[in-house]
């Protein structure tokens, strides 16, 4: 109990911390309120000239696209990660080993970070741009059902992370894990969804996505926010679809587990 | 240019790997088009390949903007943030001239690259293009690219400002966004903005329209505003420069 205790402060001092010192460039997280509309805005415009006449594309309805486009945007706020960027960074310094002097574990260390600066994104990005939706392009952003919509977001949050600190992990290896970052950041943008739904892809594709992390992103969440999750043929219900982001949530992070336990064994420092 | 192409040279496979991933990128972005005609809808009144033209004249002006002006804004903003960019103004050479010729973006090479592949798959399925189209598109595609100088320009002048901020850039690449599509399905307010306020409709809609034989004579007049946008980037730069204070070199 004490152990728990413990740890709930630590997470609350880092995320604590974290938060007042991003709080310091709010105007960077700010950005966000003018390039998330635009963005939400040219989709509305694309979508509705491609809907024309048609009722239902990929089995989805046009008020359903704009409230899916609505939420992959406001979910990406709040479970954007840069854990991969920050780990290799702090690896090709050198300074990764400070922490192994902490009485912390470092991806716990980095997830409390995230909470802290997400804390941040939820207040100046997700808060406004949801206003916006609502208020300035009538777009109807209640979720099909509130509990398993923050289930979801929240899976989606740690997948992100843990994904993105396995990326991190490879700096172990090859120093500069930029290449890889980039590369995946580029596969991702398309296989999450947040460009097109999934469901506009070949049968193939859509069936591979269950096996690959990143449906599991952004996809999902949305799908569950907007309560008609199908893929590859397969409708389920919240409650399935969300049990299937769970599995895939701790498959990775036992991948994630089992890498760094080969990267740490790689590790040597010269010093502080 | 050939200090950029040594330095490429020392990091080949930094090179290699990002102009992979660049031109891969832009062999992806086109895909959700054709998933959109794949699921047997389109955009009213334009062919596939119509939309793929519009998107690799796009790409291909990204390209060529992003390897002659794509590291104004990282060199800027870096110096900004650095308090160093009286080092660039000591130098006996106009600054904006010295930060873009010593920037030249190699690994753009791949985004360049991927368009024109883009480009000749797609014209080669709209149909022959007679050389006065050929001509006029030569004219819009310029004026695209000095729509993007322009933007470039203007996000480093921000940046003497909003100093520090690495979010600078997708400001300009959400309102690009725009001219990746055909304009008539924005409304007409969005359509007007797109080509004489932030030109981006010439970026790629108007030059593959052109190309089309889709330009009406006005569309023409939007071939000024492109420029104008580009002479406005460069005051705004130099306006910046006049208010920069720095700290040191």
């Known amino acids: 109990m ?21 709080s310091a460039y709010r105007s960077h997280s700010m950005v966000s309120i003018i390039v998330g509309p635009v963005y939400f805005m040219v989709q509305y415009f694309i979508w509705t000239a491609v809907y024309g006449d048609h009722s ?3 089995g989805i309805e046009l008020p359903q ?20 960027w920050n780990l290799s960074m702090l690896v090709r310094t050198g300074k990764f080993l400070t922490f192994h002097l902490r009485p912390i574990h470092h991806r716990s260390f980095a997830l409390f970070q995230k909470i802290g600066h997400r804390s941040l994104g939820f207040l100046f990005e997700f808060l406004p741009c949801l206003l916006i939706f609502i208020f300035i392009f009538g777009v109807d952003m209640r979720p099909a059902s509130f509990p398993w919509t ?26 500069q894990s930029g290449g890889i970052r980039n590369a995946f950041m580029l596969v991702s943008g398309i296989f999450s969804g947040a460009l097109i739904p999934l469901d506009f892809f070949p049968h193939w594709l859509q069936m591979i996505q269950f096996f690959l992390p990143f449906q599991y992103l952004a996809y999902l969440p949305a799908m569950v926010f907007t309560g008609h999750y199908s893929l590859g043929g397969l409708e389920l219900s919240s409650e399935q679809a969300v049990g299937i982001q769970a599995v895939a949530m701790l498959v990775t992070l036992g991948f994630n587990e089992f890498v760094r336990r080969l990267a740490m064994k790689q590790f040597t420092a010269v010093g502080a | 240019m050939y200090s950029a192409l040594q330095s490429a040279a020392a990091y080949r496979m930094n090179f290699i790997v990002s ?27 334009w062919g ?12 291909m002006s990204s ?6 002006f794509g590291g104004v804004l990282w060199t800027t903003m870096s110096h900004v943030r650095e308090g160093s960019f009286e080092v660039i103004l000591l130098k006996p ?8 010729a010593t920037t030249f973006s190699i690994d753009s090479v791949g985004l360049f690259l991927g368009g024109v592949s883009l480009f000749i798959f797609a014209a080669m399925h709209v149909g022959a293009i007679p050389v006065l189209f050929w001509l006029q598109f030569a004219g819009m595609f310029i004026a695209g690219t000095a729509v993007l100088a322009g933007l470039s320009l203007m996000m480093a002048a921000i940046s003497f400002k909003w100093v520090g901020n690495s979010r600078i850039s997708e400001l300009a690449d959400s309102v690009l966004h725009i001219g990746k599509y055909p304009l008539p399905i924005f409304p007409k307010a969005v359509q007007a903005a797109a080509t004489m306020i932030i030109p981006v409709g010439m970026v790629g809609f108007l030059p593959a329209s052109a190309l089309l034989s889709r330009v009406h004579a006005s569309d023409y007049a939007a071939i000024l505003p492109c420029f104008l946008f580009l002479a406005a980037g460069v005051w705004i730069y130099w306006h910046m420069i006049r208010l920069y204070e720095g700290v040191g070199g």
């Open chain 1, 2 to 22: 004490n152990s728990l205790k413990q740890k709930w402060l630590i997470c609350r001092t880092v995320a604590d911390v974290t938060y007042k010192e991003w």
């Open chain 1, 56 to 58: 239902s594309l990929g």
């Open chain 1, 65 to 84: 696209m704009i409230r899916y486009f609505g939420a992959t945007a406001l979910i990406g706020y709040l479970t954007m990660d840069f854990a991969d």
């Open chain 1, 150 to 175: 923050i289930l979801s977001v929240l899976l989606a949050f740690l997948m992100n992370f843990y994904v993105n600190y396995t990326i991190g992990l490879t700096s172990f290896w090859l120093v």
């Open chain 2, 19 to 45: 102009s992979l991933i660049t031109l891969v990128g832009n062999i992806l972005f086109p895909l959700v088009t054709l998933l959109i005609y794949r699921a047997g809808t389109s955009f009213p009144g």
């Open chain 2, 48 to 59: 596939l390949y119509e939309v793929l033209l519009i998107q690799s004249v796009f790409t």
């Open chain 2, 63 to 68: 390209g060529l903007s992003s390897l002659i």
């Open chain 2, 93 to 100: 050479l106009n600054p904006l001239f010295f930060i873009i």
